[in-house]
């Protein structure tokens, strides 16, 4: 009997080391009063890969993957569970694993206070400590510190900043679909997207000419560039995908030796020949403030990581979607027909253009709303008790240094905000004219109470017009000359491929942002 010792033991264990912590972070959950959804797994634990595993292969019967436990003990659980948790555990619940406690938000009322209270609802430092290696930034701090980053960045932001991401979006784009334009599939969506809304920023952020400037000075520059950042990114989300060590710090060198170059080349004449850009808002002092180089760096990379990131992948799953659905896309070519015809000019200008895109930032919205690359926005309580106000007007007390987490996601796609097509990619809901008559049409505002994808609040994102303005400018260069299609794979038909795309869009993970994993082959068909 003596052998049944060791697994008895070990069993033991396992139930001690797991129950326990459970059953104190249950206690301190019911203090809370509100719905609570227990599971033994600990997130980014063991089992909860062990479990990943499984559900990978299909290892698991249908009833065990449909236990909510096991739902949101699933890695990216936010994006492919949606509204659906919430639906059965209220629009705020808290979540309590071994780990500790976490309350998931999809009430628009509590999300907005939340984010409005900077100062009783911090971001988690320890989170946010990976996005320091390169020094202290606008994401990274708070309190009046933040206030200092924010002010002196902020700065950089101006209609000159914008007419540039305009512009230069509108130039490489034609570039970019002038390559694709070969008949043949298109297999690169993501990298080229990657590349061009990098090259938008070092232009709009940096004032670095990718054709003209030492630092940047051909293509493949900024594609390398692009891929030291993504890998770097890749390692810090998750450290066990297999980055080697040594590429990983290939690629912070890297990095830090193109923003070095960078601030060491503009310090001289930051002063004298100030450019308006970024750069030059954060090496010039504004009153009593002003940044150590280290803060620099620091934004500097935060900038590119945060601006060419988030608007390359709503780019990739635009361009999939409006391949997907083509009478979506008919319908956002009629603007731009129209907005080419008014201004009779093939280049269109930011002034004239932009304000008339209205279905194309429809498009965008609605891409947002089911691929936000931010589907969860993280906050937490300091010190104190918190009290907010329910929609129901109810008050909700959050207990001090409790986790929050907005779901943006469950926000997005809550059926009572959205209608029973809440999970449909559906841009005309934003307009609010009958689907073709373009003379009174508006963008709708009136989802704004219960739509995140830029956040809320004092730290809303800083580059949200610039985005716009970036995806706008590239779909309007893509659907003047050409439609996008799916290209049917070997041997498929064409609605089994879109099928495949849409499974694919379905597939996305969530890492420091919402990515496809891969693209499909898309191919351009040239209209006239
Ligand atoms: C589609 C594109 C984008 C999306 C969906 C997006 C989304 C977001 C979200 C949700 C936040 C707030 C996170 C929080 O409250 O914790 C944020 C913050 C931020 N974003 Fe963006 N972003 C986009 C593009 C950009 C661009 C183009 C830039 C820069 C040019 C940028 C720079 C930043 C910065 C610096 C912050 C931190 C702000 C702070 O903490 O005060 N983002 N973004």
């Known amino acids: 009997m003596f052998w049944l010792l060791p697994p008895i033991i070990l069993f033991g264990w396992c139930l001690f080391s797991t129950g326990w912590p459970l059953y104190r972070h249950w206690r301190q959950a019911k203090r809370l009063n509100l719905p609570i959804l227990i599971t033994p797994i600990r997130k980014y634990g063991r089992t909860q890969r062990a479990l990943q595993f499984a559900l990978t292969r299909g290892l ?35 979540l309590v694993s071994p780990a500790g406690c976490e309350i998931y938000v999809a009430d628009p009322k509590v999300a907005k206070q939340i984010l409005d209270r900077r100062v009783d609802f ?8 990976k996005l320091e290696a390169f020094g202290r930034n ?4 708070d309190g009046e510190e933040w206030q200092r980053h924010r002010r002196l960045t902020s700065k950089a932001f101006h209609e000159k900043t914008y007419r540039t991401v305009w512009d230069e979006t509108c130039s490489i784009a034609s570039v970019i679909f002038r390559g694709w334009d070969t ?13 061009l809304s990098l090259r938008v920023l070092v232009k709009a952020c940096f004032n670095l000419d990718h054709e003209n400037d030492s630092m940047t000075t051909n293509t493949t520059n900024v594609v390398l560039l692009q891929q030291h950042i993504s890998r770097y990114l890749r390692s810090l989300t998750n450290p066990l995908r297999g980055i080697a060590k040594q590429e990983v710090e290939v690629a912070f060198r890297a990095l830090n030796d193109f923003i070095t170059r960078l601030v060491r080349n503009r310090k001289p004449t930051a002063s004298i020949q100030p450019q308006n850009d970024l750069v030059s808002s954060m090496l010039a002092p504004a009153g009593d403030s002003h940044f ?38 008919d319908w ?35 891409t947002l709303r089911l691929y936000g690359p931010v589907p ?43 209608g029973e097509d809440c999970l449909e990619w559906n841009p005309g809901r934003w307009i609010s004219s009958t689907p073709d008559s373009f003379s009174d049409q508006e963008l709708f505002t009136m989802f704004s109470n219960a739509f995140f994808p830029w956040g809320a609040g004092p730290r809303v994102c800083p580059g949200q017009r610039f985005s716009q303005i970036e995806v706008v400018a ?51 068909i040239r209209r006239r």
């Not at 606008?138 to 701090?141: E, H």
């Open 292 to 329: 150590v180089d280290s803060e620099i760096a620091g934004n500097l990379f935060l900038f590119i990581f945060a601006g060419h990131e988030t608007t390359a992948g709503a780019l990739v799953y635009i361009l999939h979607l409006l391949a997907v659905y083509p009478e979506w896309q």
């Open 138 to 141: 606008l994401a990274t701090v």
């Open 183 to 195: 008949g043949d599939v298109v297999d690169s969506t993501q990298a080229d997207m990657a590349t």
């Open 60 to 94: 698991l019967l249908q009833f065990i993957v449909q236990l909510p436990f096991i739902r949101v003990s699933q890695g990216s659980w936010t994006f492919r569970q949606k509204f659906s948790i919430h639906k059965q555990y209220g629009e705020i619940f808290v």
């Open 122 to 129: 911090p971001k988690p430092g320890r989170l946010l400590k």
């Open 332 to 366: 956002a070519m009629e603007e731009v027909d129209r907005v080419l015809s008014r201004s009779g000019d093939n280049k269109p200008k930011f002034e004239t253009a932009y304000p008339e895109c209205k279905r194309l930032r429809a498009s965008l919205y609605e």
């Open 474 to 524: 590239v779909l309007l260069c893509l659907l003047r000359a050409y439609r996008v299609t799916i290209a049917p794979e070997n041997g498929k038909s064409l609605a089994e491929s879109r099928h495949r795309v849409i499974s694919l869009l379905e597939a996305s993970r969530v890492g420091l942002t919402l990515r496809m994993p891969g693209s499909r082959t898309l191919s351009l």
């Open 376 to 418: 969860t926005i993280v906050r937490q309580t300091a010190n104190a008790d918190q009290i907010v106000r329910c929609s129901d007007n109810s008050e909700m007390v959050v207990t001090s240094n409790m986790p929050v987490n907005i779901n943006c996601m469950a926000l997005h796609t809550n059926p009572d905000y959205w």
